[in-house]
């Protein structure tokens, strides 16, 4: 339970009336419009930022690459060792980030607080990389020849992020790319902006504990049209961006066309395959969480249930009666499951959705509608909703970035599921319940999902840092976060030295002169 409440959140993490998008420690650097933060929990205003211009973009970028030029020299491990002490700063102000997190998605403050351990694990994760930034050494076929590669840091690296989550997608970013020896330029979502300033606030104050340079860490404010600034920047080698399929595809014309690099993370229609051997209370739990948390509003929700005809009655009687019991309200009450979505077009899309599953034919099980009264005033809490439905609709096809479920049905062996999970045009997260090994190894093998993301008996939702995140076809094909995502933050170089008086040439080819 909570110990303080939002306007103690808010100045602990130095969030003032009016915030600005800096270089670390600078003031008077956002000259733009001012952006209002609203809450959808209670509809409030939480404060204001004031927008990136081109010219404030400029002055930011000269103070990036002047610390590039600083911060790129200093050994890895120091690196690591700053990333250390940003991961203690987030454990002191887990509390108060997580709480604001929470304020202004609109997500429950377990899951706020959640996010926040994500920044930690990642934090932990990048120092303990810092010493194993590893390139491999090869036999030369020439004799008296060394041959190796090795990782460079690859300059000022630029990330775009989603609302869903506000602040952990940025550190998984950053950790890894400060390690690196790079320095950030983030541009936050416009609907969750005070987010990006606590965060700002928070690697400031490490930075100029270590008197490092401004301009390691970097925020700009606003929409779209700042985050273009980025995107069409010869000076930002890697564009990391997080959001919808539709920004993506613009995204990456954008960095192809100056020959870029870009990681995206987009889009995901994540479905949980269940079989006549799925245990069913297991089921039951990874769905519904699945499905409802965080207002279905994650990359990896749960959007489709593709069920085996056999055990579907029992599995949709089962949801049902769960859905019953979810308690939706004020996500910092932590007796709720379900907060409000993001704001009111949100809703829009989500009533949308519904009206478009009719039209097509589908068959509403749980009634969805937009709650109003007490409690309710922001406008923004909906009711989780289930219909029953057909693969092929267009509505199934597309992410509803909303508490919508699906229900769809198959019939034979477990490869006419997965030919239903496949074909969709995202391909992030996918999961099988199932006891049974065979299924499983299929589900799991060359013919089974097309996904980054592949679970056997737990959810499609949430994931660990350790391993590499993202997925395939229109979810964009980035990895971030574990395994060997870091590569993508450096330049890879490959060394031969020839400690010989000879010069022989590759391949046996003679040059005699
Ligand atoms: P969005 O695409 O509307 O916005 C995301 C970010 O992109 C924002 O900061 C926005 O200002 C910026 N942006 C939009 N158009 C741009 C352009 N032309 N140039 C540069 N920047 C631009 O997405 P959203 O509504 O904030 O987030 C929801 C979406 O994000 C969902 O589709 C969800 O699945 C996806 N998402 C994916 C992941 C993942 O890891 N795969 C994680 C979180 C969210």
Request: proline fraction near 3%; aromatic fraction near 8%; hydrophobic fraction near 40%.
């Amino acid at each position: 339970i909570a110990t303080f409440g939002i306007q103690e959140a808010l100045k602990q993490l130095g969030v003032t009336e009016i915030n600005e998008g800096t270089s670390t420690g600078s003031k008077n650097f956002s000259n733009g419009e001012i952006i209002e933060s609203y809450s959808p929990v209670d509809g409030k205003l939480i404060g204001k930022v004031k927008a990136t211009t081109k010219e404030d973009y400029d002055k930011m970028m000269q103070t990036a690459t002047v610390a590039f030029k600083e911060w790129k020299t200093k050994p890895a491990p120091l690196r690591g060792e700053v990333v250390r002490q940003f991961g203690e700063k987030l454990r002191e102000k887990k509390e108060a980030l997580g709480k604001l997190v929470s304020y202004e998605m609109g997500k429950s403050y377990q899951e706020g607080l959640g996010e926040v351990q994500e920044m930690i694990d990642i934090c932990d994760f990048a120092v303990g990389l810092s010493r194993q930034l590893h390139g491999l050494t090869m036999h030369s076929e020439r004799p008296g020849h060394r041959m190796y590669e090795q990782y460079h840091p690859l300059g000022v690296v630029g990330i775009i992020s989603a609302f869903n989550f506000p602040v952990a997608v940025w550190a998984w970013n950053t950790a890894l790319a400060w390690i690196c020896g790079d320095v950030c330029v983030w541009k936050p979502s416009e609907k969750a902006p005070i987010c990006g300033i606590a965060c700002q606030n928070i690697a400031a104050e490490v930075f100029k504990e270590n008197g490092l340079p401004e301009g390691i860490s970097n925020l700009i404010n606003g929409d779209y049209k700042v985050g273009e600034m980025l995107t069409k920047d010869t000076r930002v080698p890697l564009i990391s961006a997080t959001g919808s399929t539709r920004m993506g595809k613009i995204v990456a014309q954008e960095v192809a066309a100056r020959l870029g690099k870009s990681l995206l993370e987009l889009g995901g229609n994540n479905a949980i395959i269940v079989t006549p051997d799925a245990d069913i209370k297991m089921t039951v739990i990874g769905a519904v969480f699945g499905a409802v948390g965080t207002a279905g509003q994650r990359c990896t929700s749960t959007r489709r249930l593709i069920i085996h005809e056999s055990v579907y009655d029992t599995v949709k009687d089962a949801i049902i009666k769960a859905y019953g019991q979810l308690k939706i309200g004020n996500p910092l009450d932590e007796t709720n499951h379900v907060g409000p979505v993001i704001d009111k077009d949100a809703v829009k899309m989500y009533e949308n959705a519904l009206e478009q599953v009719v039209a097509e034919g589908g068959n509403i099980i749980v009634e969805g509608g937009v709650l109003s009264g007490e409690g309710y005033e922001s406008g923004c809490y909906v009711k989780p909703a289930i219909a029953e439905a057909k693969p092929h609709y267009k509505i199934v096809q597309h992410e509803t970035f909303a508490p919508v479920l699906y229900l769809l049905k198959y019939s034979g062996d477990v490869h006419n599921a997965i030919a239903i999970q496949n074909e969709v045009a995202q391909g992030l997260s996918s999961a099988i319940m199932t006891n049974n090994l065979r299924e499983a190894e299929a589900f799991l093998s060359v013919q089974g999902s097309d996904c980054g993301i592949a679970n056997v008996n737990i959810g499609t939702s949430g994931a660990e840092i350790g391993g590499a995140f993202g997925g395939e076809k229109e979810t964009g094909g980035g990895r971030e976060s574990g395994s060997d995502a870091w590569k993508v933050y450096m330049r890879r170089q490959t060394n031969t030295i020839n400690y010989t008086t000879e010069l022989p040439l590759a391949q046996g080819i003679k040059f005699d002169l």
